[in-house]
């Protein structure tokens, strides 16, 4: 992939970041415990795949892109 490609998803993939947070923020509103840990199960799953399986690999091609440097 590109350096351009590569930049352009990163920031895109970081972007989402916010959105997931306000997301987890109202589960929290989630009276019932089991129904928050779904959903709270389902938001860390969605974060894990999006850092596993697009952050992590373009970062290992282009390790001047990774966001937590």
Same mark, same amino acid.
């Given at each position: ?10 920031? &895109? ?51 001047? &892109?990774?966001?937590?440097?």
């Amino acid at each position: 992939m590109d350096a351009a490609t590569a930049q352009k998803l990163i920031a &895109l993939a970081i972007s989402i970041d916010k959105t997931i947070g306000a997301i987890l923020d109202e589960v929290e509103n989630i009276s019932d415990d089991q129904e928050r840990t779904c959903y709270k199960r389902a938001i860390e799953d969605i974060m894990g795949f999006i850092a596993r399986d697009l952050i992590f690999p373009i970062v290992d091609q282009h390790p001047q &892109l990774d966001p937590d440097k």
